[in-house]
């Protein structure tokens, strides 16, 4: 249980499109704060008519044979690697075991066994998914709290449909594009950088702390298809003063060929920057390392390519 999955996709993001759309019980807690993005939190004295306020889902004390359970849509189909099963803040009410379940939503096949969980405390577990699944169940034995639920995957694409000489973002997480590592994410998490859509505020995008050494920060991205680039996006909405100053990227077939794509650019503050002529023919890669000199944050990146 010591993986992070940190290089997987959080399938069961809201903004993706998850949602909890099943539970057999949630007498105390409501189902939809299993999935929640942010951290849960735990509010001392604060109570509702039925009893304590608690930020996840949590069902009421059972009193039959059995165990409870709980659906979640994920918002990618995909193949689950890794979950973190969270009982922040549940104590003395957490369930000891749980174990998930994926499939359509009507069949299900079980990837987590039945497993030992410890309370307030990240349970972190591999997944043994085999195929993509759009749904999972979460089951709980016998009944209790859980705050938060990560099911963290690979998303599926179907690359034979569309016009394959069209240009996609080859590294958007709804194509299968995954962030697989940084060298600092001190004020926002690197996946940000993939998400859908343009960032929404300072918080929804993918920032270093202030650099005080010699040296650029950095962050990989593996693509969801092997593709030659043809154009990208560097966005750094909403970082005016704290911006990077520049930027360059590389681009690789494997974990060892980088070469230049982008050569070092100037970059503005809360600004779309959009690079065609300025790249360089490496041809087909899998993935891309984004470097910002020295330091600061950006918003999107978007690598538009054809697959090959």
């Known amino acids: 249980m010591s993986d992070d999955f940190s290089e997987w996709v959080n399938l069961a993001q809201p903004r993706l499109g998850a949602a909890v759309i099943d539970a057999n019980d949630e007498f105390f807690a409501e189902k939809e704060n299993l999935i929640r993005p942010e951290p849960p939190v735990f509010i001392e004295g604060?109570?509702?008519?039925?009893?304590?306020w608690m930020d996840g889902w949590e069902t009421r004390r059972r009193r039959a044979p059995g165990h409870d359970w709980c659906v979640v849509r994920l918002g990618l189909p995909g193949i689950v690697r890794g979950v973190d099963i969270d009982t922040a803040?549940?104590?003395?009410?957490h369930p000891p075991e749980a174990s998930l379940d994926a499939g359509d939503g009507s069949t299900w096949t079980e990837i987590l066994p039945r497993s030992a969980l410890e309370p307030g405390s990240h349970n972190l577990f591999p997944a043994r998914g085999r195929s993509a699944c759009t749904h999972v169940r979460l089951n709980i034995f016998p009944d209790g709290g859980v705050a938060r639920l990560r099911v963290y995957g690979e998303a599926f694409v179907d690359w034979s449909a569309g016009d394959p000489n069209a240009l996609r973002d080859l590294a958007a997480i709804e194509n299968g594009g995954?962030?697989?590592a940084c060298n600092d994410m001190f004020f926002?998490?690197?996946d940000n950088l993939i998400l859908p859509g343009r960032g929404?505020?300072?918080g929804d995008g993918w920032e270093t702390k202030r650099r005080r050494t010699p040296g650029h920060d950095w962050v990989i991205v593996a693509l969801g298809h092997e593709g030659v680039i043809r154009n990208v996006e560097v966005d750094t909405a909403h970082f005016k003063g704290n911006y990077p100053?520049?930027?360059?990227?590389?681009?690789?077939?494997?974990?060892?060929?980088?070469?230049t794509l982008l050569p070092e650019q100037?970059?503005?503050a809360d600004h779309r920057h959009f690079f065609e002529s300025e790249l360089l023919d490496v041809g087909p890669v899998t993935r891309v390392r984004l470097n910002i000199f020295p330091d600061g944050g950006v918003s999107r990146l978007r690598v538009y390519g054809r697959i090959s």
Do not use: Q
């Open 245 to 259: 100053n520049r930027c360059s990227i590389e681009a690789a077939r494997s974990e060892t060929d980088w070469k």
């Open 178 to 180: 995954r962030v697989l």
């Open 188 to 190: 926002g998490p690197k």
């Open 89 to 93: 803040h549940f104590l003395g009410n």
């Open 46 to 52: 604060k109570f509702t008519d039925r009893g304590k």
């Open 200 to 202: 929404t505020h300072m």
């Open 266 to 268: 100037k970059l503005r």
